[in-house]
């Protein structure tokens, strides 16, 4: 079954302080793994796209990491911010004979503090 | 570039009466529209894919009578809601693919809040 699983659920993190999410994932055929940051009430926002080649890819303080053999992902959060307080959604594609379809996974909300 | 938008951002009705929510492509040409659901904090589920100038394919469960997609265009989809009912609110949102060499992107709009009374 196609799956992806986030954790954790939610956390809480002092602002300037560092965190990391997890994400893992059964889906196939694999394309590509893609964070997104949503905002309440908005739509997701891409952070980062890795294709089964790429390991790791910064996107400012946002840094995603893949490893395709265990299936596992992370985005680890450098010195948060405020505005960073968000959910942050992994999310797998899968290839183009199957559709280009997205499967989400439930998020990590994140909430930063002063 | 790849800015999708929706529109209304938040609407509210009455039981029984159709809402039409847009979704438009602003800076590129999408071939491919999704329309996604989510309900409090849940994640995205999708709903329906609508190809320009095709009918749509719905996902199981979703009824696409109930759930009416029209993609008449590269850059507007538009999903109306017809005979709406209060377990009908929830955030919809939309997202434009378009295709890329290595692969396929999507790109969201801001969501629309139905609130149906």
């Known amino acids: 079954k196609n799956q992806v699983e986030q954790s954790p659920q939610s956390l809480i993190i002092l602002e300037g302080k560092n965190c990391t999410l997890q994400?893992?994932?059964?889906?196939?055929?694999?394309?590509?793994l893609r964070w997104y940051k949503q905002d309440t009430g908005r739509g997701p926002v891409s952070l980062t796209i890795m294709t089964f080649s790429e390991n790791t890819k910064s996107n400012g303080r946002y840094t995603a990491t893949l490893d395709a053999d265990t299936k596992q992902s992370s985005l680890h959060i450098t010195a948060s911010q405020l505005s960073d307080s968000a959910s942050y959604i992994c999310v797998v594609s899968r290839n183009k004979a199957a559709g280009n379809k997205l499967t989400f996974g439930g998020g990590t909300r994140v909430l930063v503090k002063p | 570039g790849a800015v999708v938008s929706q529109h209304p951002s938040r609407v509210i009705c009455k039981s029984g009466t159709s809402v039409k929510i847009e979704c438009r492509s602003l800076?590129?040409?999408?071939?491919?529209m999704f329309w996604y659901r989510q309900f409090p904090k849940q994640s995205l589920m999708l709903m329906a894919t609508?190809?320009?100038?095709?009918?749509?394919?719905?996902e199981q469960g979703v009824e696409k009578d109930k759930f009416l997609i029209n993609h008449a265009s590269l850059t507007l989809s538009t999903l109306t809601v017809t005979s709406a009912h209060p377990e009908d609110s929830s955030f919809y949102i939309c997202?434009?693919?378009?295709?890329?060499?290595?692969?396929?992107?999507?790109?969201f709009g801001p969501g629309t809040r139905l609130t149906v009374l």
């Open positions: 609508s190809n320009e100038g095709s009918k749509a394919t719905y």
């Open positions: 800076d590129f040409q999408a071939t491919t």
């Open positions: 994400c893992n994932y059964t889906v196939s055929p694999f394309s590509n």
């Open positions: 997202s434009a693919g378009r295709g890329q060499v290595v692969y396929n992107e999507q790109f």
